[in-house]
């Protein structure tokens, strides 16, 4: 079974500059997690999809982040514009629904790196 | 809001030696999750606690839950380099569109061989 793909691994952008993160969760997966890893801490989650409807967001910067996962398949995160502190690993996670501990399956993760 | 406090932040041990990490909540969680995160991967399920008091074991790693649900430890016996990573606890909100978790700020363990 393929695992959460994430694309790109690696990013390198300025200050003000745009960017976008895609993920493919688990086939069959309805959950979807994206969650912002800054170096030294533990995950943060900034927004959960049930499916392509937003169930969680309220830790997501909404003045400059924007995720959408239009078709309940595979999502995409942006930045517009960055900041220094969104400097991080970037992580998607997926669940399957009805499993009542669910296990989250994460990707490898993007690390961005705003200069 | 549900903090999770992991101590230490840092262990360096040799090869062989004992460690223990906790993890420490002000709040009641219904479940607790310890992930294991190695550089440039994402964190990866151990195990997870769910009645207080609980204890589970996976080969040389221990697992506890407090009886209020709200701490849990992880032991780990004759560490191995091979144990070196990120350990993340991470407490389990139940909601009906899936699980949350609030994750701790991590304890980076290295083993030394």
């Known amino acids: 079974e393929a695992g959460v793909a994430q694309s790109p691994r690696y990013k390198i952008i300025e200050k003000r500059q745009s960017v976008a993160f895609w993920c493919n969760p688990i086939?069959?997966?309805?959950?979807l997690y994206w969650y912002q890893q800054i170096l030294g801490q533990g995950p943060k989650l900034l927004i959960q999809f049930q499916n392509n409807g937003v169930v969680d967001d309220s830790q997501l910067p909404k003045d400059r982040f924007s995720a959408e996962r239009l078709k309940g398949v595979d999502s995409t995160l942006k930045i517009q514009p960055a900041k220094l502190e969104d400097s991080a690993v970037y992580l998607c996670a997926s669940s399957q629904r009805g499993h009542f501990y669910n296990e989250q399956f994460f990707g490898p993760g993007t690390r961005l790196t705003v200069l | 809001t549900q903090l999770l406090e992991q101590s230490p932040q840092f262990l360096s041990i040799q090869e062989g030696e004992n460690l223990t990490v906790y993890c420490n909540s002000s709040s009641v969680f219904s479940s607790l999750q310890w992930y294991r995160q190695e550089p440039g991967e994402g964190p990866v399920l151990l195990v997870t606690?769910?009645?207080?008091?609980e204890v589970k074991k996976l080969k040389r790693l221990t697992f506890q839950f407090g009886d209020a649900r709200k701490d849990s430890s992880l032991h780990i016996t004759a560490a191995q380099p091979g144990d070196t990573g990120l350990y993340l606890c991470?407490?389990?909100?139940?909601?009906?569109?899936?699980?949350?978790?609030?994750f701790g700020g991590g304890t980076r363990v290295l083993v030394k061989p």
């Open positions: 606690v769910v009645t207080g008091g």
């Open positions: 086939s069959g997966h309805a959950t």
């Open positions: 991470a407490g389990i909100t139940i909601k009906a569109a899936g699980n949350k978790l609030t």
